[in-house]
Nanobody
Framework: QVQLVESGGGLVQPGGSLRLSCAAP??????IGWFRQAPGKEREGVSY????????YYADSVKGRFTISRDNAKNTVYLQMNSLKPEDTAVYYC????????????????WGQGTQVTVSS
């Protein structure tokens, strides 16, 4: 059983930054994705990255503001979020999958428990 642990969420003012972390101690999965779900909205994919550290997807709404990266030595994937907007407010989840298509279908092998990000003045 792979346990994904997110951290780094919190309350930030518009225009601010946060860095989310997704740790999978002792395990390196092929694809890791970040997703988010805002109240009353469907969950959406935010960004995905390969085991080799190559980003494969950014949602249009976050392009140029968010950056995904990974440190395989630490089995951790990061989501650097800059220029945050109120519409970025959501619970952010990381997920691990063997295939990119599983992330695209939102059917990964494992989900994390989620971390709340609130952007508000």
């Amino acid at each position: 059983q792979v346990q994904l642990v997110e951290s780094g969420g919190g309350l930030v003012q518009p225009g601010g930054s946060l860095r989310l972390s997704c740790a999978a101690p002792g395990f390196t999965y092929r694809y890791i994705g970040w997703f988010r779900q805002a109240p009353g909205k469907e969950r959406e994919g935010v960004s995905y990255i390969t085991a080799g550290g190559v980003p494969t997807y950014y949602a249009d709404s976050v392009k140029g503001r968010f950056t995904i990266s990974r440190d395989n030595a630490k089995n951790t994937v990061y989501l650097q979020m800059n220029s945050l907007k109120p519409e970025d407010t959501a619970v952010y989840y990381c997920a691990a999958a063997l295939m990119l298509s599983a992330l695209q279908r939102q059917t990964p092998n494992y989900w994390g428990q989620g971390t709340q990000v609130t952007v508000s003045s």
